[in-house]
């Protein structure tokens, strides 16, 4: 593989953000590169931004991203935590970095993985939250089909289809089509296995209302027709939740809507492995994380409690 084509193009900014000594930085540079290279959608702008963050950080540290030991990253570890990262964030820090670490011993640059043996926070089997109500949700949607008709394609797809953020931000009109009668939208979902997703009326219908006659492009466009960024998907649906649902102004997120899907689907009875699929969930376990999680509150005994003492004031 010609070294001067991996560092080209969009792997360059990462790339020099990898820090080292003067010699050794193109080693970084090019193995970084070379390293995303061996990946794809998702997964690469995920293990981009975390090498990126590991990278800021042997930069503050001074330290040389190939001269690392497990005590650097037990000690980069630890200030994740104290900086109040999630465990599942830094587990997945970590495991990017491994993978980086492995490919280096892989390609003969270094003699072994600092990243190995390296102990990662245990992430809960349980999602605490369950998105939104049935309530809230139909709340949503009509709110978002009276403030625009992208709002409204931006809502729906989130929440009809259960999409991720960055599913969305990277569809484009060209991946509308037809099957069996359905009208299908085909998604490029992590690892970049592409699948084709069933889209019921009412987001046909704003679908249509949305795009007019525009054939090509971003599905969800900005105004100077370059595609919608997560951020902007997140700030869309927060001044939403200001008008709509206000309890939700400062924490509603994207992923809100995609687990409100899996619930309200269980809810309705869908079979948990037709969600699974919906939501492109390789492993079961994933899907049934949601199926507890709606459960929680509603089965909590202190409505059993309540009941019992309620006639004894």
Known sequence: MNSDMIVEGELVPVAARLP???????????????????????????Y???????AAWCARHEVDMLAVTRAHLDAYTEQQRRDGAAPATI????????????????????????????RRPKVGDNVQSTGLSKEEAVILLDAAEAHS????????????LGLRVSELCRARVEDLGYERGHRVLTVTRK?????????PPRAIDALERYLAERD???????????????HAVWRLLRRLARDCLPHLAD?????????????LALDAGAELRDVQDLLGHADPR?????????????????YAVAGLLAGRR
């Open 20 to 46: 080292g000594s003067a010699g050794s930085r193109p080693t970084v540079e090019r193995l970084a590169a070379a390293f995303l290279l061996s990946h794809q959608g998702n997964t690469r702008e995920a």
């Open 48 to 54: 981009q931004r975390d090498l990126a963050h590991f």
């Open 91 to 118: 587990s997945r820090r970590l495991s990017a970095l491994s993978g980086f670490y492995a490919y280096a011993v892989e390609e003969g640059v270094l003699a072994r993985n600092p990243a190995a043996r390296v």
């Open 149 to 160: 008709p992208r709002t409204a394609v931006v809502v729906q797809l989130l929440l009809l």
């Open 191 to 199: 690892g970049g296995r592409r699948q084709r997703m069933v889209i």
């Open 216 to 230: 090509s492009g971003p599905l969800v466009a900005t105004a100077t027709g370059r595609p919608m960024d997560r």
């Open 251 to 263: 924490r509603l997120h994207p992923h809100d809507l995609r687990h409100a899907c899996a619930t």
């Open 286 to 302: 994933t899907t049934r994380r949601y199926d507890r999680a709606r459960h929680n509150l509603d089965r909590s005994p202190t």
